[in-house]
């Protein structure tokens, strides 16, 4: 798993948001596969946000940080696959099957 997925993206910012006890706003965010891509690339959320993985492609695709942070398992086409973050920091992340596919979720 050494070489990262290029193209990866995450896709836009927050789809809904809700009140955390804290007072800060947790938000869902969504990131597109589509075209042997992550959309976008580069995600910023907050921890206890809620990433939400989409493949659009016509083939499986997995989102698997190169830390084992969290691993998607296979996401069937049509499929998705949620993540609620946990920790702070930066995490690359690849599809297994497609090493050229890449993405990096930066929390914070």
Same mark, same amino acid.
């Given at each position: 798993?050494?070489?990262?997925?290029?193209?990866?993206?995450?896709?836009?910012?927050?789809?809904?948001?809700?009140?955390?006890?804290?007072? /800060?706003?947790? %938000?869902?965010?969504?990131?597109?596969?589509? !075209?042997?891509?992550?959309?976008? =690339?580069?995600? @910023?959320?907050?921890?206890?946000?809620?990433?939400?993985?989409?493949?659009?492609?016509?083939?499986?695709? /997995?989102?698997? %940080?190169?830390?084992?942070?969290?691993?998607? !398992?296979?996401?069937?086409?049509? =499929?998705?696959? @949620?993540?609620?973050?946990?920790?702070?920091?930066?995490?690359?992340?690849?599809?297994?099957?497609?090493? /050229?596919?890449?993405?990096?979720?930066?929390?914070?």
């Amino acid at each position: 798993m050494a070489a990262l997925c290029a193209g990866l993206a995450l896709a836009g910012g927050p789809a809904s948001a809700q009140q955390a006890p804290s007072g /800060t706003q947790l %938000a869902e965010h969504v990131v597109t596969i589509e !075209g042997m891509q992550f959309m976008p =690339a580069t995600l @910023t959320v907050k921890r206890g946000d809620k990433v939400t993985w989409i493949n659009k492609d016509l083939v499986p695709h /997995t989102a698997t %940080a190169v830390s084992k942070a969290f691993d998607s !398992g296979v996401i069937a086409s049509g =499929a998705s696959w @949620t993540y609620t973050v946990r920790e702070e920091g930066s995490s690359a992340y690849v599809c297994l099957f497609h090493p /050229t596919m890449q993405g990096t979720l930066i929390a914070q």
